[in-house]
């Protein structure tokens, strides 16, 4: 399979803890994004990178997260002192961006991050 | 500020018929826009994706119609099947490969 995929699929933590997640993104997509999704919403752009880049972050990008791609391969998402309002899903998706016109996203199947 | 809408929550049609989503945008600067279907558990798979320069596209029995002057996109499903049953969120960018930005999904049951 050579899709995104995503590790873990499912964390429960406690307030106040940190917790890091990890996306590989399809191997020759030089774009990867982490996205956001609550209940009853459509997915929240947080951030993205160009190779080992970031290009663009969202004002939901509180001081208490940080996302890192260090070689332009695979990517973490960290969240410090975890609050419940940050229990959601978190997507990632990576696009190969080539000047060809098509910028398909591919998602991978999400962390679900509980914060009890 | 949604800046996506896809008004209608829910969708029930007989299999075989025709499916119409629709969707709905307030930001003229968008210039591409993309459907994704969503099972439970899992991440949004993509289906089909328009350019701001065209106003159809199709790809099996799927069909993207966007109306740039409406600021209106739907997406036509023809014929229906039960595998169909999902909830589809439409997407727009600006500049093509930039972040997305998604409506809140309109949950699709195809009845056998």
């Known amino acids: 399979d050579t899709g995104v995929s995503q590790n873990p699929r499912h964390k429960i933590t406690k307030r106040g803890q940190n917790v890091t997640f990890r996306c590989d993104p399809i191997?020759?997509?030089?774009?990867l994004y982490w996205y956001r999704q609550t209940l009853g919403q459509g997915p929240e752009f947080l951030t993205y990178f160009q190779n080992e880049a970031q290009l663009e972050k969202s004002r939901l990008l509180s001081d208490r997260f940080s996302a890192e791609r260090p070689k332009g391969s695979f990517s973490t998402l960290e969240i410090q002192r975890t609050e419940q309002g940050d229990s959601a899903m978190y997507l990632c998706?990576?696009?190969?961006?080539?000047?060809?016109?098509?910028?398909?996203?591919?998602f991978g199947p999400g962390t679900r991050l509980t914060v009890t | 500020d949604q800046q996506v809408k896809q008004n209608s929550p829910s969708l029930s049609v007989q299999e075989g018929r025709i499916s119409i989503l629709n969707c709905d945008y307030t930001n003229s600067m968008f210039d591409y826009f993309l459907w994704y279907k969503k099972y439970p558990a899992e991440g949004p798979t993509f289906l089909i994706s328009?350019?701001?320069?065209?106003d159809k596209n199709e790809d099996g029995r799927f069909t993207v119609f966007l109306n740039k002057s409406a600021k209106h996109l739907s997406l036509h499903i023809v014929p229906s099947q039960p595998g169909d049953s999902a909830v589809y969120f439409c997407?727009?960018?600006?500049?093509?490969?930039?972040?997305?930005?998604f409506g809140t999904g309109t949950r699709l049951t195809v009845i056998p």
């Open positions: 998706a990576s696009s190969l961006v080539s000047g060809q016109g098509s910028y398909e996203q591919y």
């Open positions: 328009i350019s701001s320069i065209k």
């Open positions: 997407a727009a960018s600006e500049g093509g490969a930039n972040n997305l930005f």
């Open positions: 191997s020759e997509h030089n774009r």
